[in-house]
């Protein structure tokens, strides 16, 4: 444990060398501010404008829903960078077979960026939330949206053959994302065309809370990752 933790270190200390990806890790902050300060005024403008009772209100929690998936998801893109820059190297194969291994490397690239930054991802949205939230409802999406985020990172790497590659795929992983907006506008059975995809489901446990939808989001998020799992050992060995 000890190896993957002197790994992971290694990972914070290249973003911490390199200015892009350290911008990118601190991307939900500056999103944050936005929201939790421009939102609500642009809402008062516009409902003055219009006169109407609410615009941009109904979507408050889909904002709140961003702001949580966006740190794990960037934080999972500059490892997954690290990655790229690594493999271009061919560090990946040489670091497989030190006593870290392959599954210790992927679990300081991946698995314990995902986990940390769902962790800060509960005090983002404690600081520029929108919407109420109880307690079970912040764990349960920290833990969706760090495995999307690791989903994220291993599309990235496996899809990736260089840096360049990785950000035009990082543009392209977030059509994982795509299920977020769905319940939120549209309110028929044509919502379920995207029932595959496991942000649907979180977007459906944000706003209705029902334990069957985050078990469902889970469930394919679980089922999702051992796939990009096998692509990623593929390229490092």
Not at 199 to 204: F, G, N, V
Request: with cysteine.
């Amino acid at each position: 444990m000890r190896v993957v933790v002197v790994s992971w270190v290694m990972v914070v200390r290249q973003i911490l060398k390199d200015g892009m990806l350290l911008a990118v890790c601190f991307a939900s902050i500056l999103a944050g501010v936005f929201f939790r300060f421009a939102i609500p005024g642009l809402e008062t403008l516009l409902c003055s404008f219009f006169a109407v009772s609410s615009i941009l209100q109904p979507y408050y929690r889909l904002f709140d829903l961003l702001l949580m998936i966006l740190t794990p998801y960037m934080i999972c893109f500059a490892s997954a960078m690290v990655m790229l820059d690594e493999h271009e190297q061919q560090l990946t194969r040489y670091l497989s077979v030190t006593p870290l291994q392959t599954r210790g490397y992927l679990v300081s690239r991946l698995a314990i960026p995902a986990v940390t930054a769902g962790f800060i991802s509960l005090g983002v949205l404690k600081l520029f939330h929108l919407t109420t939230w109880t307690v079970g409802q912040q764990v349960a999406m920290s833990v969706l949206c760090s495995l999307t985020a690791i989903i994220a990172g291993s599309v990235i790497f496996s899809l990736s053959r260089n840096k360049i590659e990785g950000m035009a795929m990082g543009k392209l992983s977030s059509l994982l994302l795509l299920g977020l907006p769905i319940p939120f506008l549209f309110h028929d059975n044509f919502q379920y065309l995207f029932s595959f995809l496991p942000s649907y489901w979180m977007a459906r446990f944000a706003l209705e809370g029902s334990p069957l939808f985050f078990l469902l989001s889970l469930i394919l998020s679980l089922a999702t990752i051992p796939y990009f799992y096998a692509r990623v050992l593929r390229k490092i060995i």
